[in-house]
């Protein structure tokens, strides 16, 4: 717990330091887990929604390229159960246009609910798309591949991994 409190200060830090090309944000909407278990080759789906808020800065690199990294709170649930994740994206932006970008980059996320026989930490490969409507407002939507298996000491052919799809609007300061 002690390792996520220092990124959220660390990221938190980075969007206050109002470097030229930089910008802070704040975001939130539509949060949907997917939870993807396959044994032995079968696979099995389980679909949670929620939300998410966040906040972001953007560093820009280029013209064309900026670097946008984000920690966000997201809560999702299915049935009564709610599943609660810290996530830490580190997105590559390229701007097709002024108001129109692509995003790929890596993302960890922490869980926050009940992790017993899971671990609580994973990896994923994030890409998604973003449209800014002013200089204040921006939506993104976003998928993230999970890429690592969430079961401690699971045989080889037993895995969970955890995809996400987020859709949220974001604020500029």
């Known amino acids: ?25 704040i975001t939130a909407g539509f949060h949907n887990l997917s939870l993807k278990l396959d044994v032995l080759g079968m696979t099995e789906s389980e679909n949670g929604q929620g939300f998410f808020v966040g906040v972001t800065s953007d560093f820009s690199l280029s013209d064309k390229f900026s670097l946008q990294p984000q920690l966000q709170f997201a809560i999702s649930s299915q049935d009564g159960d709610s599943f609660e994740q810290l996530i830490l994206s580190i997105m590559l932006k390229y701007h097709v246009t002024e108001k129109f970008n692509l995003q790929a980059g890596p993302q960890l996320d922490y869980l926050l609910s009940d992790s017993e026989g899971l671990n609580a930490i994973g990896f994923g490969l994030g890409f998604g798309a973003g449209f800014d409507f002013s200089e204040k407002i921006f939506v993104s939507t976003r998928y993230a591949l999970g ?7 699971a045989p080889s052919e037993i895995s969970l991994k955890l995809n996400t799809f987020q859709i949220g609007l974001g604020y500029r300061f």
């Open 147 to 153: 890429l690592s298996n969430r079961f401690e000491d």
């Open 1 to 25: 717990m002690k390792k996520v409190l220092f990124i959220a200060v660390v990221l938190l830090g980075l969007g206050k330091l109002n470097a030229q090309g930089s910008n802070f944000a």
